[in-house]
């Protein structure tokens, strides 16, 4: 996994991804880790989120996801992972016309993530955390749109047969929430009540957990069954 900002760790993502049998690996840019040149001896690449401005290492994160596209290394990205996923790919990112999305939300499936590996068997409106004020503005051409919202129309998306990027988040508990809230210039500038937020966060946990632990046993599935030789190898952690 690639963690972008040491605030958004894999939490709960890496607990599911585990127990579904792979084995993470975490690389840290944030603390001078360097990342791989290629995906060689990987098995799969998560992508996470962060709040810290553009940094050096964002460019040649896209390169890598480039390199994960080529290999059809199964890739999911997350928040500011899937912004770069898109990017990578000829996207578009900015910063979104409809201010700040944060605290728990709905997101609309559409049609397509009916035959979607990931998506099919997701909630026609599944709980998510949202915590962003960027936004993927135009999809890399060739991109499958597979969740929406009326505000924030790219919730979810996929890129090629094996490459998905969620604007929301899936990863969190209680106790990162918290720090996001509490830290937070947007909800700051919102004037949003900081313990009634988390308090609505926590909330609706136990559902997001319902829908997104399947999906990430189910991504995790992908990446172990792409051939018996490799089905041991280490998940890049992003």
């Known amino acids: 996994m690639v963690e972008n900002d040491p605030t958004d760790d894999v939490r709960l993502l890496g607990d599911w991804l585990t127990e579904a049998g792979l084995t993470l690996e975490v690389v840290r840019p944030h603390a001078g880790e360097p ?3 290629d995906l060689s001896g990987y098995a799969g690449l ?5 709040g810290l401005p553009d940094t050096s290492w964002y460019e040649r994160e896209q390169s890598l996801l480039r390199v ?3 290999q059809r290394i199964p890739t999911l990205a997350v928040c500011l992972g899937a912004q770069l996923l898109a ?6 990112v900015e910063r ?3 201010g700040p999305e944060i605290g728990p939300k709905l997101v609309a499936k559409r049609d397509a993530a009916g035959l979607d590996p990931l998506f099919a068997d997701v909630p026609l409106m599944p709980d998510v955390i949202a915590f962003h004020h960027d936004e993927v503005t135009e999809l890399p051409e060739g991109a499958t749109l597979l ?3 009326p505000s924030y129309p790219h919730q979810a998306f996929r890129y090629g047969d094996r490459m998905w990027g969620l604007q929301f988040h899936i ?3 209680r106790d990162m929430l918290a720090g996001w809230i509490a830290d937070s210039a947007d909800v700051a500038a919102a004037g949003l009540d900081r313990e009634a937020l988390l308090a609505q966060c926590v909330q609706v946990l136990p559902d997001v957990a319902a829908t997104w632990r399947p999906f990430a046993h189910r991504f995790a599935d992908l990446v172990a069954g792409r051939s018996s030789a490799r089905t041991s190898l280490p998940l890049l952690e992003g």
């Open 35 to 37: 990342l791989p040149d």
């Open 46 to 50: 998560v992508v996470l989120g962060g």
């Open 68 to 70: 994960a596209g080529r």
């Open 87 to 92: 990017l990578a790919f000829g996207g578009y």
């Open 96 to 98: 979104a016309a409809a």
């Open 147 to 149: 969740a929406a919202s």
């Open 171 to 173: 990863e969190c508990d």
